[in-house]
């Protein structure tokens, strides 16, 4: 019975450790201001510290600009972006060092200046 007992111990504090872990060190503070991504088109996210976003995204060698205004939250690790029916409205796991924005399972996006 105290082998069980300790193997549940054991069982349960990694399960906490892994689960802070994987939360990372980032808040919603980290994520206000403009973030944008250069490939073949611009994106750009720009987080309002009053919990709007506006998410813009321009083809290159084109003039017309796609302008998306939504609302942004964070909550336990997780940001969750509202654009409506848009594609890049979801939720996902973040992390900010320094200039860089990783939203997991979209991209890299660096601070704007």
């Known amino acids: 019975m105290k082998k069980w007992k300790l193997v549940f111990t054991v069982v349960v504090m990694a399960a ?6 994987c939360g990372g060190g ?3 503070e980290d994520l206000v201001g403009r973030w944008t991504l250069s490939t073949n088109r611009q994106i750009s996210f720009d987080f309002r ?3 709007s976003v506006v998410h813009t995204n321009v083809l290159f060698g084109q003039t017309q600009i796609s302008t998306v205004n939504g609302t942004w939250s964070v909550d ?3 940001l969750t972006i509202d654009l409506g029916d848009h594609m890049h409205s979801g939720e996902y796991r973040f992390s900010v060092n320094g200039d860089s924005l990783d939203i997991r399972g979209f991209q890299v996006l660096e601070r704007a200046r």
Do not use: K, P, Q
């Open 16 to 21: 906490t450790f892994l689960l802070a872990a």
């Open 26 to 28: 980032s808040s919603a």
């Open 49 to 51: 510290a009053d919990g």
């Open 76 to 78: 336990n690790g997780v």
